[in-house]
């Protein structure tokens, strides 16, 4: 099946710090989500990317889209400390045989220390 | 935006017991639901999906006779662990897509339920 990767695993980082991750896949998708999981919790959707190149901006969180279908980072800009928990990317098919399932990464843990 | 909720949040049993698990979309109509499954410190393994109305279409190694899942409206979507045993303790948690949700095609998840099993 189809495979995220996801980088970088693990991050800590000082409190204003910008923040890059990435995720790429060895097959297309034609969106691109990043959702925030804190600890006991549910992901939270922080940013939908639905067109190859597209840029999209939620406060201090920016995502992209890659050319290539294969491929979309995150990033954040001034970090605070309630930015820390796991950052996970999923790729969707949006097609009805797809059932529009998701193909999660395997997250970032990110901590950032005041 | 949409909301999605789930009951219980936390759920602890005695080993052989069925557990119901519910997920609930709030503010739209949620015509596809999934059941993810998250060990600690691990990603999301997506169970099964579930349309309105339809049998849900397990994920290969997902047994449907020990989780059954029951899509019976459109806000409402029920995961049973039946004879549960301790290696099902799991956090387990739901995500549900509908016709208008906020964004084309979105999934918005629930807050887990947390299952424990003695």
């Known amino acids: 099946g189809q495979q995220l990767n996801q980088s970088p695993q693990s991050m800590f980082i000082q409190e204003g710090e910008d923040v890059s991750m990435n995720c790429t896949s060895s097959s297309i998708f034609n969106t691109w989500l990043w959702y925030k999981q804190d600890p006991g919790e549910g992901p939270v959707l922080l940013i939908a990317?639905?067109?190859?190149?597209e840029l999209t901006s939620n406060g201090r969180l920016t995502a992209q889209f890659g050319i290539t279908r294969k491929d979309s980072f995150l990033n954040i800009s001034a970090s605070i400390p309630s930015d820390v928990g796991i950052y996970f990317c999923?790729?969707?098919?949006?097609?009805?045989?797809?059932?529009?399932?998701?193909?999660f990464g395997k997250g970032t843990l990110l901590t950032v220390n005041p | 935006g949409a909301v999605v909720s789930q009951h219980p949040s936390r759920v602890i049993c005695k080993s052989g017991t069925s557990v119901k698990i519910e997920c609930r979309s709030l503010?739209?109509?949620?015509?596809?639901m999934f059941w993810y499954r998250q060990f600690p410190k691990k990603s999301l393994m997506l169970m099964a999906t579930?349309?309105?109305?339809?049998?849900?279409?397990?994920e290969q190694g997902v047994e449907k006779d020990k989780f059954l899942i029951n899509h019976a409206s459109l806000t409402l979507s029920t995961l049973t662990v039946t004879s549960a045993h301790p290696e099902d303790s799991s956090f387990y948690i739901c995500?549900?897509?509908?016709?208008?949700?906020?964004?084309?095609?979105?999934?918005?998840f629930g807050p887990g339920t947390r299952l424990t099993v003695l």
């Open positions: 995500s549900a897509r509908g016709i208008r949700t906020p964004g084309t095609d979105t999934q918005y």
């Open positions: 999923a790729g969707q098919l949006r097609s009805g045989g797809s059932n529009y399932k998701l193909t």
């Open positions: 990317l639905y067109k190859a190149g």
């Open positions: 579930s349309n309105e109305g339809s049998k849900a279409t397990y």
């Open positions: 503010d739209f109509q949620a015509t596809t």
